[in-house]
């Protein structure tokens, strides 16, 4: 059985931060709040979070009707 020094423990715990960063950054908490409660530094969690946002805009053009260019009617 591992404890928590082994890699499932170490696997658990990033797990665990994952889930509690989505919740906040749901939440949309101020970045200073944010790293207060989730035990992250301001720069690394400045970083993850533009992952996120990244990530989150690719699915959204990919699941997009839209592409290429729009023509504006202003008649």
Do not use: N
């Not at 035990?39 to 959204?60: E, Y």
């Amino acid at each position: 059985m591992q404890g928590t020094t082994g890699v499932s423990g170490i696997h658990t715990f990033r797990k665990l931060k994952s889930r509690r960063i989505a919740y906040y950054f749901a939440h949309d908490l101020p970045a200073s709040k944010f790293a207060e409660l989730s035990d992250v530094s301001r720069p690394t969690l400045k970083q993850l979070l533009f992952k996120l946002r990244t990530r989150i805009a690719q699915l959204c053009d990919a699941s997009s009707p839209f592409s290429g260019e729009v023509e504006v009617d202003e008649s």
